[in-house]
């Protein structure tokens, strides 16, 4: 199987702190990815250099085929993102804040408009398509958010966190969505959660992550067979241990940050 993501011996410094040290994995094209891991582990830092927001520091690293540090836009063209923030503009419709990544994006208008519907369909809010999206659920706009994504045909989808805050029966109906995404077009899934359940349900390969180091990988069955663990929630407790962690100290927003980045880039 061909790999869509290839990552070797990433490393990432700020100042004397190294957020990822030499970090190394592959993903295969087509495939679900989860990249787990606890707070400060090197999650973020990890897929912001992978999404162009950072630059490493050493090491290498190919998404579809391109270097995000030299390749920055036909990587961006690769890929579409749901962050762990609402990135959504309240004050416009479903159909608009569609619309306009379209545009940012290039997206032909007649190719547009019909993949702008085929997506509403796709994630069941045709009937909302004029509606503001002020107005619509924590659900809602997360489905909104994976079609946002999806509206220039990207061979990847990055996903932080993107159930977050919902009910469990949103949640599954979303997962519902990616996993028909990804049977139907194709599309491989990269996603971070902290429901363990979710990833071993879903994912078909698992790396967790840990002071800036890759510490396992494989399917959720493979890792609680290495730990002799009977859930994906201790085998997790059982790489990383018990402590409870907090976030890294300077955060970069990832909202904020993607968007000045965005639209300076796709003007």
Same mark, same amino acid.
């Given at each position: 199987?061909?790999?869509?993501? #290839? ?11 190294? /957020?990822?040290?030499?970090?190394? &994995?592959?993903?295969?094209?087509? @495939?679900?990815? /989860? ?16 999404? $162009?927001?950072?630059? +490493?520091?050493? @090491? ?7 270097? +995000? ?29 569609? #619309? ?7 997206? +032909? ?28 659920? @924590? ?18 989808? &990055?996903?932080? *966190? +993107?159930?977050? @805050? ?24 990269? &996603? ?6 979710? /990833? ?21 069955? #493979?890792?609680?067979?290495? $730990? ?7 085998? &997790? ?5 018990? *402590?409870?962690?907090? *976030? /890294? ?19």
């Amino acid at each position: 199987m061909t790999s869509i993501i #290839e990552v070797k011996d990433l490393t990432k410094k700020f100042g004397s702190f190294e /957020a990822v040290k030499g970090v190394s &994995f592959e993903v295969e094209e087509g @495939g679900i990815f /989860a990249f787990l891991g606890p707070n400060g582990a090197g999650k973020s830092t990890t897929i912001k250099m992978l999404t $162009t927001l950072l630059h +490493p520091s050493a @090491g290498s690293l190919r998404v579809n085929g391109f270097d +995000p540090r030299t390749d920055a836009d036909a990587v961006r063209r690769s890929f579409g993102i749901v962050f762990q923030d609402p990135s959504l503009d309240d004050d416009l419709t479903a159909f608009e804040n569609l #619309e306009f990544h379209g545009i940012l994006y290039g997206v +032909p208008k007649e190719t547009r408009t019909k993949r702008i519907d085929e997506l509403l369909a796709l994630v069941e809010l045709s009937d909302r398509r004029d509606s503001f999206v002020r107005d619509f659920s @924590g659900g809602m706009k997360r489905r909104l958010e994976i079609a946002r994504g999806l509206l220039h045909h990207p061979k990847i989808i &990055f996903l932080d *966190e +993107p159930t977050l @805050g919902l009910d469990p029966q949103t949640r599954n109906h979303l997962w519902s969505y990616v996993e028909k995404l990804n049977a139907e077009e194709g599309i491989t899934i990269f &996603f971070t959660t902290h429901y363990m359940e979710e /990833a071993d349900k879903v994912a078909k390969k698992i790396a967790v992550i840990d002071h800036g180091t890759i510490i396992a990988t494989g399917s959720g069955a #493979e890792l609680k067979a290495q $730990t002799n663990t009977d859930s994906l929630e201790n085998a &997790f407790l059982a790489l990383t241990g018990s *402590e409870i962690r907090e *976030e /890294a100290s300077g955060g970069l927003d990832h909202m904020r940050e993607a968007r000045r980045m965005w639209s300076g880039n796709r003007k």
